[in-house]
């Protein structure tokens, strides 16, 4: 096996992906609870107990939520940035598993055969990464949650396999929404989520001629629609001339079957 992914859902309400390798597979975030999170993997054919490691993007509960049971129960690590772990032995000491293995954000973790690289975005946590993971030639760039698109981004997201990257919320639908102005503005910040626009109008920058797959998540399920999202991607994809590449809009309520990159070619 190739690497390859399986969505298990993403939202508000939680966000959890496996990463599959020839040596193992890895969770990135474990944000529904362990019940959930063994009834999705299930459901999508992953064996729980096939998990190896969770990966910790950052310390908002709807990536943190299973952390602790999942892998307690399963006797695996939860691999977590330097200042991240600092907070959390402070603030939410109960949320963390036994086994616990630290990163240093910039430097690679080298993992059941593969290499993650944790990069630095900008979101309102304490030390929030995304992922670039790379298994012999096949790459993997994931963001869940951005507030912004800079260069340390794009060097990582760009020229990927898979591509997964949020786009969390219709720029009208929430300035229409009753969320509270403070609210507003931190979601738009800098420092908050990824607009549609900004992430699809990144697809051109992002996407290269080896990318066969793009995974939009995080969306919003008040200022935001899945078949909205769905079509300024494919509109988007359009223009660039890649209807090869494979584009799925990640729910929250619905798991996504594995993808694996050898089975497209």
Known sequence: MSLGITALGSGSGGNSFVVHSAD??????????????????LEVNVDPSSIQ???????????????????????????????????????????????ICEFTTGSEIPLLGMSIWPFTVQHDAIDTVGFEISCEDKKIG????????????????RDCDILVLESNYDLDMLRRSDRQIHLKKRIAGINGHLNNTDAIGALSD????????????????ECNDYELVRTLAREQLEKMQRNDIIMKVIE??????????????
């Open 53 to 99: 490691a969770v990966l910790l993007s950052h310390e908002h509960d709807d990536h943190l939520k299973g952390c602790r049971i999942f892998c307690d129960q399963f006797k695996i690590p939860l691999y977590v940035s330097f200042e991240t772990l600092q907070y959390l032995k402070k603030k939410k000491e109960h949320k963390l598993p036994k086994n």
């Open 24 to 41: 193992g597979n890895i969770l990135i975030d474990a944000g529904f609870s362990r019940k959930e999170l063994i009834r999705r993997m």
């Open 206 to 221: 992002l996407l290269t001629e080896r990318t066969k797959v793009l995974m939009l998540v995080h969306a919003s399920s």
């Open 252 to 265: 929250q309520n619905r798991t996504l079957e594995t993808i694996i990159l050898d089975k497209l070619i």
């Open 142 to 157: 994931f963001a869940s949650d951005l507030g912004v698109i800079n260069n340390l981004v794009k060097r990582h997201l």
